[in-house]
Structures are given as structure tokens and as C-alpha cells.
């Protein structure tokens, strides 16, 4: 059974930092990535990875402020957040899928429950 476990939300002011972590189990895909729902607004993707090799892909609002990692040996992905701010308040989710699906949300292949992450003004 495959399962994609968010962890790492909270709440923090703006200008700070906090981690998403991301736990898969069942198997492994070849890419993940978050996307975030804010309440009232589109689904927006926010960053991409690949399993092997280097390739990571940002949404325009978040380059420069997040970063996407992986550790292969714990089957984990990561979202670092840095300079948060307040309209980076969403549930974000992690996604996994075999092929690239890019910020065609639907198309990725799993998805986790999500974490929130509130950043006060």
C-alpha cells in the first residue's frame, strides 16, 4: 500500500523557516513534489523532484525562498521553507508519480493527507 506521509507544518511569523518532511512507503516513484491549497484559492504546485539525479522545478512564487531535497535512504523528501510569508499559508501536499507531471496537479499519481503551515503576519 502506497502511503506519502506529510509532517513539519506549523505556524510561524513571517520571514522564518520551517521543514516539511515527506515519509513514502509502498514504493518508490521516480518523482515527488508538494503543491499547496490555500482556502479560496487554485492549487498551486509549488516544487518537484527527481528520485535519481538532480533535477528539481519550482513555482515562480516560491524560487529562491524553497528548496526540495531527498534522502533516498530514508524514502523521505524534504521542503525547506525560507522567508515565508503570509500568502504562503496553505495545506501543502506531497505528490508522487512514475513520470514529470509538472504543476498538472491531477496528473500526479499519489498523494498525501497534507500539513498546514500558517505564517503570521
Known amino acids: 500500500q502506497v502511503q506519502l506521509v506529510e509532517s513539519g507544518g506549523g505556524t510561524v511569523q513571517a520571514g522564518g523557516s520551517l521543514r516539511l518532511s515527506c515519509a513514502a512507503s509502498g514504493r518508490t516513484f521516480s518523482y515527488y513534489g508538494w503543491f499547496r491549497q490555500a482556502p479560496g484559492k487554485e492549487r498551486e504546485f509549488v516544487a518537484g523532484i527527481r528520485w535519481s539525479g538532480t533535477n528539481e522545478y519550482y513555482g515562480d512564487s516560491v524560487k529562491g525562498r524553497f528548496t526540495i531535497s531527498r534522502d533516498n535512504a530514508k524514502n523521505t523528501v524534504y521542503l525547506e521553507m525560507n522567508a515565508l510569508k503570509p500568502e504562503d499559508t496553505a495545506v501543502y501536499y506531497c505528490?508522487?508519480?512514475?513520470?514529470?507531471?509538472?504543476?498538472?496537479?491531477?496528473?500526479?499519481?499519489?498523494r498525501g493527507q497534507g500539513t498546514q503551515v500558517t505564517v503570521s503576519s
Open positions: 505528490i508522487a508519480s512514475l513520470g514529470y507531471r509538472g504543476s498538472s496537479i491531477d496528473d500526479w499519481e499519489y
